[in-house]
């Protein structure tokens, strides 16, 4: 029963956060949604904070094992540009980065909350990079552009893009970002090219 009212509170805690944002996110609120005494969020979680955490961390879990899979095959710049787009989209639509974006912006008026945030945010960091690294490491475009500055990158676009959809509602601009970048991807492409080890040694050299 423990366990089940956890799971319960941990779901309602993820949906009331996602439809009604951090301000009205109150344990009494929390709690009806998962049809339990509010009392109970303290006594499992020690507060409301600690559980809207918690429901972060299932859905950055669950988001990593589909995207893991995701990008598995993902070896060109073209292939990580559709990747990009279709998890965007997929994100959008289940709300997985309102989650993150509703911290996020809580924060800058409870810095108490900032650490816990900057922690959940370096495993994705980590994992965009280990992407890119697959993608361009090793070539022209990932010398000029390293991976861990694009990760960083990343991850600033899509907390902005996931406030600026409040403003583009029909989604035109934020998709036009993503068109630019299908129609960017193939120009590039000489960049992605990795030099023989011989003839790159050679010319670092110089």
Known sequence: MTVDTKERLIGAAGTVLRTQGYAKSSART???????????????????????????DRSSAERMEVLADAVADVRTLEELVAAGTTIYRHDLEAG?????????AAAVAKPELREEIRVRAEPWIDFIEQILERVIGGTPLGRLTPPRDLANAAIT?????????????????TESVFAMARRVAPRVRF??????????????AR
Request: hydrophobic letters at 50%.
């Open 30 to 56: 929390i709690a009806k949604e998962a049809g339990v005494n509010s009392a109970l969020v303290f006594y499992h979680f020690g507060g409301v904070d600690q559980l809207l955490f918690a429901a972060l």
């Open 191 to 204: 960049l992605t090219r990795r030099l023989p080890a011989r003839l790159g040694r050679r010319r670092g």
């Open 96 to 104: 997985h980065l309102t989650l993150f974006s509703e911290l996020v």
């Open 157 to 173: 676009f899509y907390l902005g893009v996931n406030l600026f959809a409040v403003l583009d509602a029909d989604r035109s601009r």
